[in-house]
């Protein structure tokens, strides 16, 4: 299902777009891990149902309009949000669920979002002892994890995303800047789960973070990100390694030139220009 409505204001000066929809996809197409022995690791498998919901749109204004001059400056809004869930799995994905414990944050359970993280919650790290604390479903405390204690710790889908805009013509002359934001989403930092506490000894000798010799436990008493260095069993995929994903980075920067048609019409053209573009430009 899809509603939508285009509305213009001020003879075309503000405009605006906005989509509501939903999409139910039944069945879900699943890759399930298999044994080798079959003769293949995976199977595609019809599993369940995906409920899919949002809105986007797009808010346009043009503070300057006076086209008979060739002079436009529009400034543009574009947003869009999201969610899903997952329905009628069942128990039936269980098993490779916990196949997926500590090398994935992704699970299938009925009600869930595809793009949920799931793991066991961290408090951090304990300051007098330099180990790493869990937060268990009963809501106590412990060194102890245990992968029966998974809940959903974040979502990469963003509370909101979208591209913001301007436009300026004059007199041949165009100049755009378009900047893409995106807020409210959280990602699993890769960089610091791998590079610190579980960097190998061969890594070592090539790319290791340097808050692995800096921000580690060293004594008690101290407030650390890291645990204790001596620490050498494997570090769990915890939520102390998921963090907000807000950003804002320069998509694109164009600058260009149309040449007056009586100019380049004695050459043979219909149509000149000049442009130069850049894209990502920076990121914050």
């Keep these: 299902k899809n509603i939508g409505a285009d509305l213009s204001f001020f003879h075309n000066r503000f405009n605006i777009n906005f989509d509501y929809y939903q999409k139910k996809t039944d069945p879900l197409l699943a890759m399930i891990g298999v044994?080798?022995?079959?003769?293949?690791?995976?199977?595609?498998?019809n599993m369940g149902e995906q409920w899919t919901k949002g809105y986007s749109g797009t808010i346009k204004y043009s503070p300057i309009l006076r086209l008979e001059e060739g002079i436009n400056w529009t400034l543009s809004f574009n947003f869009r949000h999201q969610t899903a869930e997952y329905r009628n799995i069942?128990?039936?994905?269980?098993?490779?669920?916990?196949?997926?414990?500590?090398?994935?944050?992704?699970?299938?359970?009925?009600?869930?979002?595809?793009?949920?993280?799931?793991?066991?919650?961290?408090?951090?790290?304990?300051?007098?002892?330099?180990?790493?604390?869990?937060?268990?479903?009963?809501?106590?405390?412990?060194?102890?994890?245990?992968?029966?204690?998974?809940?959903?710790?974040?979502?990469?889908?963003?509370?909101?995303?979208?591209?913001?805009?301007?436009?300026?013509?004059?007199?041949?002359?165009?100049?755009?800047?378009?900047?893409?934001?995106?807020?409210?989403?959280?990602?699993?930092?890769?960089?610091?789960?791998?590079?610190?506490?579980?960097?190998?000894?061969?890594?070592?000798?090539?790319?290791?973070?340097?808050?692995?010799?800096?921000?580690?436990?060293?004594?008690?008493?101290?407030?650390?990100?890291?645990?204790?260095?001596?620490?050498?069993?494997?570090?769990?995929?915890?939520?102390?390694?998921?963090?907000?994903?807000?950003f804002l980075e320069g998509e694109s920067f164009s600058i260009g030139y149309d040449f007056p048609k009586e100019w380049i019409a004695k050459a043979g053209f219909s149509s000149l220009r000049l442009q130069a573009n850049m894209n990502d430009i920076f990121r914050v």
């Design 35 to 45: 044994a080798a022995s079959v003769g293949t690791t995976t199977v595609t498998t």
């Design 90 to 246: 069942g128990n039936s994905l269980d098993q490779f669920n916990e196949q997926n414990e500590n090398s994935s944050l992704q699970r299938y359970h009925d009600g869930g979002s595809p793009t949920a993280l799931w793991a066991v919650r961290s408090l951090g790290i304990d300051p007098a002892t330099g180990q790493e604390v869990f937060l268990k479903k009963d809501g106590t405390y412990t060194f102890t994890y245990d992968a029966r204690d998974e809940v959903e710790v974040g979502d990469t889908e963003p509370d909101l995303e979208g591209v913001v805009g301007s436009t300026l013509y004059y007199k041949g002359f165009s100049f755009s800047v378009y900047l893409r934001y995106s807020f409210g989403g959280d990602i699993f930092n890769e960089a610091l789960y791998s590079k610190v506490e579980n960097i190998s000894e061969t890594n070592l000798k090539y790319n290791q973070d340097a808050r692995a010799l800096y921000d580690r436990w060293t004594e008690p008493g101290q407030h650390a990100q890291f645990k204790g260095i001596s620490l050498t069993e494997t570090t769990e995929m915890s939520s102390r390694f998921v963090q907000k994903n807000n």
